[in-house]
């Protein structure tokens, strides 16, 4: 059964309660859009199991690595699929298995102007000791976006939405966050008026550790 492409994922879908992400390295370009192609047929003629509603890929910018993004119903639709007589494996078809890490959408920041569509893809992650820091990074992270002295991280030309990932375990923020291209990031990286708050941000939080970031090109993005 063929899956309807999009142009890119609708991470605010409703109906999805639990989201996988799974990320798989490669030798370079060549073998990056080799595997690429393969999981993207495989998953366009695949049967979906039940509760499965997208699946999109992305391909880093520095084309040596690939990242999944699964959207499921909730965590009972993903463990059926695991627990099948043919078990559903979850993230990049050819690349090896891996247990699923799982995690909820929790809270995301709007941001560009009318008309603007994303072309690049950044991946911030940030270790957190815990549940309880992991929502006290969230509330620090909005409370500095709506605050006149830091708010400025989140207008950044090129910088259109952040949705922002917990992990289920407690160990992980991740954020994805929709750029229209790669040079308005890097640009954005280099800006010396936002360094002081993005020091604030990264370095000022007990409890949370910044562990780098990635940029990603869509690839395809399937639902179903």
């Not at 699964?70 to 007589?85: G, H, K, R, T």
């Not at 800006?191 to 939080?205: K, N, V, Y």
Request: glycine letters at 10%; a negative charge; proline letters at 9%.
């Amino acid at each position: 059964m063929n899956r309807r492409p999009e142009d890119w994922p609708d991470v605010a879908r409703a109906g999805v309660g639990t989201v996988v992400i799974t990320v798989r390295h490669t030798e370079g370009p060549p073998q990056q859009q080799e595997v690429a192609a393969t999981a993207e047929a495989e998953r366009r003629t695949e049967a979906w199991p039940p509760g499965l509603l997208g699946w999109s890929l992305f391909t880093g910018t520095d084309g040596r690595a690939l990242l999944a993004y699964e959207q499921w119903s909730d965590d009972a639709a993903l463990d059926a699929a695991l627990a099948a007589p043919e078990p559903y494996l979850p993230g990049i078809p050819g690349t090896e298995p891996a247990t699923p890490v799982r995690y909820r959408l929790a809270r995301s920041y709007p941001g560009g102007a009318p008309g603007q569509t994303p072309g690049c893809l950044v991946t911030p992650v940030f270790d957190t000791d815990g549940p309880e820091r992991q929502r006290h990074f969230l509330d620090t992270l909005f409370a500095m976006a709506g605050d006149d002295a830091t708010r400025d991280v989140g207008q950044l030309p090129g910088a259109l939405c952040a949705h922002f990932h917990l992990s289920a375990d407690g160990t992980r923020v991740l954020g994805f966050a929709e750029w229209t291209d790669e040079a308005a990031h890097l640009a954005a990286v280099g800006a010396q008026d936002t360094a002081a708050s993005r020091q604030r941000l990264t370095g000022e939080i007990p409890g949370v550790r910044p562990s780098g970031h990635h940029r990603w090109h869509p690839h395809t993005a399937l639902t179903a």
